[in-house]
């Protein structure tokens, strides 16, 4: 029920002659180009009867054989992109790997020495959830604890452990050595190889494969699979026109968002925030790429987008008096509210509350009304926080980490972003999934520190020199006294933690269904890929807009066509 607004709402200030920050941000750099993609002819039936061949096909491939050569099919199939399409044979398959080759959580193989077997096996079972514990890399150990040397003459194997590593919980220091010993001689060992394998070994030491947006594994890895001459032409020749049946779904769904954003005119009336509307798209697209998961794009982005919005009025634009209006024309929650805002303000605030009133009126119909308001609150959470941060910054206040990391739970985002990502799961995302959201679940506290720490690590400089509240770093700096470097080991710290909080949360998790905890992941990565080295949002000019050309743009090369 909405609230009427009362006498306690003042009169908009006027904006005359105030004196803004502005954060000079890139304007778009795709403008209308998707527009084009909306009235696209989809595959032909020829192409699509082919699809479904080339599944059955796989399918009678995904029956129990040597645990190895299994093992190896599942994880090509995984890195292709096309694990949506098997998830019931490959979780038989794996629970064959599983009865077979596990005793007591420790993987017992024929090839007792051979570290490549142990490693995928490992990892792939520990993705699937089950605990198999590290136990099995001992072997691989010398008299004095230490990693056998010799390990470095297997680069196939000190791939596999390095990428096993990335599925390490706490208190698993066996792993964490592991990381130590393959993540530098693998580093050490590029000059020395040939340039595709050195490439290659480069590629996985940044993007390890747990921690990697799917879409881009899959892009990557048709590549380099192809390009083995053991490689199966018919995962290979499925992998590409799914990839490219996907793209051109992709690209309408995309074309239909741009054209609502320009539709809106948001770029003109609100000048000062950042047109990223491909940019959140390739956001959301991190989390579910999936056919049947079209609508829940669609209301994710748009939700992505306000949230954008409400960042950088609150960071860059908004004076305090005119957040202080804003903010609580959002917690009432009540269109008689824009009477008392300023006129940006007002635009704003329309169409959010329009767009959360016509997402109601659609869930409705499936008799899940209620998603959208754990949503809504979820925003005005977030909007709340933004404000907090606001005059923090405007009485130059610098909190503790503790209450900054506190905060940082809510204004990251994540929560918001998490609830959102529900809404268009449909029946399996029931109210208990929501309602077990708002208990402040480990795994969604984990992803929310790996995106707020991610962001500040990289994005501080930047920050700082246009005018903005302390981040976890200065918090850290100021509350210990210790160097910005010192600083960002500790943040880098917290979100190596972060992660093994996730794996442990994905460890047989019966709260809510796997692919509710999916999301959470997928969010996680995201954030990563967006953060690894530049605030890629803010500055999309550079890696970020090679990764949507290869995602969105460019369509795999199939031969004879």
Same mark, same amino acid.
């Given at each position: 029920?909405?609230?009427? $607004?009362?006498?306690?709402?003042?009169?908009? %200030?006027?904006?005359?002659?105030?004196?803004?920050?502005?954060?000079?941000?890139?304007?778009?750099?795709?403008?209308?180009?998707?527009?084009?993609?909306?009235?696209?002819?989809?595959?032909?039936?020829?192409?699509?009867?082919?699809? =479904?061949?080339?599944?059955?096909?796989?399918?009678?491939? &995904?029956?129990?054989?040597?645990?190895?050569? !299994?093992?190896?099919? =599942?994880?090509?199939?995984?890195?292709?992109?096309?694990?949506?399409?098997?998830?019931?044979?490959?979780?038989?398959?794996?629970?064959?790997?599983?009865?077979?080759?596990?005793?007591?959580?420790?993987?017992?193989?024929?090839?007792?020495?051979?570290?490549?077997?142990?490693?995928?096996?490992?990892?792939?079972?520990?993705?699937?959830?089950?605990?198999?514990? %590290? !136990?099995?890399?001992?072997?691989?150990?010398?008299?004095?604890?230490?990693?056998?040397?010799?390990?470095?003459? @297997?680069?196939?194997?000190?791939?596999?452990?390095?990428?096993?590593?990335?599925?390490?919980?706490?208190?698993?220091?066996?792993?964490?050595?592991?990381?130590?010993?393959?993540?530098?001689?693998?580093?050490?060992?590029?000059?020395?190889?040939?340039?595709?394998?050195?490439?290659?070994?480069?590629?996985?030491?940044?993007?390890?494969?747990? +921690?990697?947006?799917?879409? &881009?594994?899959?892009?990557?890895?048709?590549?380099?699979?192809?390009?083995? %001459?053991?490689? !199966?032409?018919?995962?290979?020749?499925?992998?590409?026109?799914?990839?490219?049946?996907?793209?051109?779904?992709?690209?309408?769904?995309?074309?239909?968002?741009? +054209? *609502?954003?320009?539709?809106?005119?948001?770029?003109?009336?609100?000048?000062?925030?950042?047109?990223?509307?491909?940019?959140?798209?390739?956001?959301?697209?991190?989390?579910?790429?999936?056919?049947?998961?079209?609508?829940?794009?669609?209301?994710?982005?748009?939700?992505?987008?306000?949230?954008?919005?409400?960042?950088?009025?609150?960071?860059?634009?908004?004076?305090?008096?005119?957040?202080?209006?804003?903010? @609580?024309?959002?917690?009432?929650?009540?269109?008689?509210?824009?009477?008392?805002?300023?006129?940006?303000?007002?635009?704003?605030?329309?169409?959010?509350?329009?767009?959360?009133?016509?997402?109601?009126?659609?869930?409705? +119909?499936?008799?899940?009304?209620?998603?959208?308001?754990?949503?809504?609150?979820?925003?005005?959470?977030?909007?709340?926080?933004?404000?907090?941060?606001?005059?923090?910054?405007?009485?130059?206040?610098?909190?503790?980490?503790?209450?900054?990391?506190?905060?940082?739970?809510?204004?990251?985002?994540?929560?918001?972003?998490?609830?959102?990502?529900?809404?268009?799961?449909?029946?399996?995302?029931?109210?208990?999934?929501?309602? *077990?959201?708002?208990?402040?679940?480990?795994?969604?506290?984990?992803?929310?520190?790996?995106?707020?720490?991610?962001? @500040?690590?990289?994005?501080?400089?930047? /920050?700082?020199?246009?005018?903005?509240?302390?981040?976890?770093?200065?918090?850290?700096?100021? /509350?210990?006294?210790?160097?910005?470097? !010192? $600083?960002?080991?500790?943040?880098?710290?917290?979100?190596?933690?972060?992660?093994?909080?996730?794996?442990?949360?994905? &460890?047989?998790?019966?709260?809510?269904?796997?692919?509710?905890?999916?999301?959470?992941?997928?969010?996680?990565?995201?954030?990563?890929?967006?953060?690894?080295?530049?605030?890629?949002?803010?500055?999309?000019?550079?890696?970020?807009?090679?990764? =949507?050309?290869?995602?969105?743009?460019?369509?795999?090369?199939?031969?004879?066509?």
């Amino acid at each position: 029920m909405s609230v009427s $607004a009362t006498s306690s709402l003042v009169t908009p %200030p006027t904006t005359n002659n105030i004196s803004r920050r502005s954060a000079n941000y890139h304007p778009d750099i795709w403008g209308d180009h998707f527009i084009q993609y909306i009235f696209q002819p989809m595959e032909s039936d020829e192409t699509m009867k082919q699809i =479904i061949m080339l599944k059955e096909k796989v399918r009678q491939m &995904l029956v129990p054989s040597d645990a190895l050569r !299994d093992a190896n099919l =599942i994880d090509s199939i995984q890195r292709l992109g096309l694990y949506h399409h098997f998830e019931h044979e490959i979780g038989e398959l794996l629970q064959h790997i599983h009865n077979n080759n596990v005793q007591n959580g420790i993987i017992t193989l024929n090839r007792n020495e051979d570290l490549h077997s142990n490693a995928l096996i490992f990892r792939l079972l520990r993705q699937q959830g089950y605990h198999i514990l %590290p !136990d099995v890399f001992q072997k691989f150990k010398n008299e004095q604890g230490n990693f056998n040397e010799t390990l470095v003459d @297997d680069v196939e194997g000190m791939l596999s452990l390095y990428e096993a590593t990335h599925m390490r919980i706490h208190g698993e220091d066996i792993l964490d050595e592991a990381f130590s010993f393959t993540s530098s001689h693998l580093e050490a060992m590029t000059t020395q190889l040939s340039p595709s394998l050195a490439t290659k070994i480069k590629h996985s030491l940044k993007w390890p494969v747990f +921690k990697s947006v799917p879409r &881009l594994v899959a892009r990557n890895y048709i590549a380099t699979y192809e390009e083995n %001459p053991s490689h !199966d032409a018919t995962l290979l020749l499925l992998a590409k026109l799914d990839f490219n049946l996907l793209q051109k779904q992709h690209q309408k769904e995309l074309g239909d968002i741009t +054209k *609502w954003w320009k539709d809106f005119d948001f770029e003109t009336k609100l000048p000062f925030a950042r047109s990223r509307i491909v940019e959140s798209y390739f956001w959301i697209l991190g989390v579910y790429f999936e056919s049947q998961y079209s609508n829940a794009r669609r209301i994710m982005t748009k939700v992505y987008c306000f949230t954008s919005l409400m960042d950088d009025i609150y960071d860059n634009y908004g004076t305090i008096e005119e957040l202080q209006l804003f903010t @609580d024309a959002i917690q009432r929650w009540d269109m008689s509210c824009m009477d008392f805002l300023p006129e940006y303000m007002k635009f704003c605030y329309k169409a959010i509350l329009s767009f959360f009133e016509e997402t109601e009126q659609e869930m409705a +119909k499936e008799g899940r009304a209620f998603c959208v308001n754990y949503v809504k609150n979820e925003f005005k959470r977030a909007v709340q926080a933004y404000y907090t941060e606001a005059k923090w910054f405007n009485s130059n206040y610098i909190a503790t980490m503790e209450e900054y990391m506190a905060h940082a739970i809510v204004n990251s985002g994540y929560y918001l972003m998490t609830s959102a990502s529900f809404i268009g799961m449909g029946c399996i995302a029931t109210e208990e999934v929501f309602q *077990w959201l708002t208990n402040n679940p480990k795994i969604v506290n984990a992803s929310t520190v790996i995106a707020r720490l991610g962001n @500040d690590i990289v994005s501080n400089e930047f /920050e700082q020199e246009r005018g903005h509240g302390a981040s976890s770093i200065e918090c850290y700096m100021n /509350e210990h006294g210790v160097s910005r470097e !010192d $600083a960002i080991n500790e943040l880098s710290r917290k979100i190596t933690n972060a992660w093994k909080d996730i794996n442990e949360e994905l &460890l047989d998790s019966t709260d809510v269904p796997k692919p509710i905890l999916m999301r959470v992941l997928n969010l996680s990565r995201v954030a990563d890929l967006f953060y690894k080295d530049e605030d890629c949002y803010t500055h999309s000019q550079g890696s970020l807009k090679n990764d =949507i050309i290869s995602i969105l743009l460019n369509p795999c090369p199939i031969s004879g066509k």
